[in-house]
Structures are given as C-alpha cells and as structure tokens.
C-alpha cells in the first residue's frame, strides 16, 4: 500500500463545493498518516489564493475553504500550484498562501511514477 497520496483540484471559483471536497479528501489521507500533495490546477489554482480561498463556503457539514487549506497545510500537507496556469491569470508567487509552491505538470508525474493513488476533483 503506498505511503504516498494525491488530490488534484481543477476548481474553485466554479465549483466551490469540488475544490472543498478535495480538501476534506486531502486533509482525510494527511490525518491518515499520508504525505499527501495536493495539485491545483486550471481553475483549482484560486485555491491558494488567500482572499479567494475566503469566499469559499459551501456550509455545513463542512468547514469554509480557507480553514481547510490552512489545516492541511499545518499537518505538513503539500500543496503545488500549476505555474502556466497562475500565468494564464496573472497570479503571482507572492500572492500565494505561504506553504503553497509554484511547480509544473512534472512534479505532479513524479510524484505519481512512484504509485501514488490519485483523485481529482
């Protein structure tokens, strides 16, 4: 069984209630004792964006957006953000949330070519 995890989010500002899945997915397998990167791409890359990640709310069960990523960056979760795609909407590195890293398509590979399982939303 593999050690490793990975939930790669394409949403955010058009599907708050899939980008927030995937955090309650991702914080499940860190909890789980996991290491577990979270890729964000396309749309997904709002997710690391403060001020975005903060109109976020899809109500109970579950928790607002922003509290979700920052527990699961305080567990030790990684987060990658495609860089053509924070390009593509002129999102800086600096406006990222700390602990969130710019990283291209290659990193979400390797990090698959060594077994991790992967779910998307």
Known sequence: MSKTFCVSITHCKTDGDKATLGFVVANAAQGSEKETMVFLSSDGVYCAVPEEMAKINEGGPFAPLKDLVEKF???????????????????????????ATPAGGAALVEWLANGSPCVSY
């Open 73 to 99: 960056i305080k567990a030790g979760g990684k987060i990658y953000v495609c860089t053509p795609c924070m390009k593509k909407r002129d999102i800086s590195e600096s406006a990222l949330v700390a602990g």
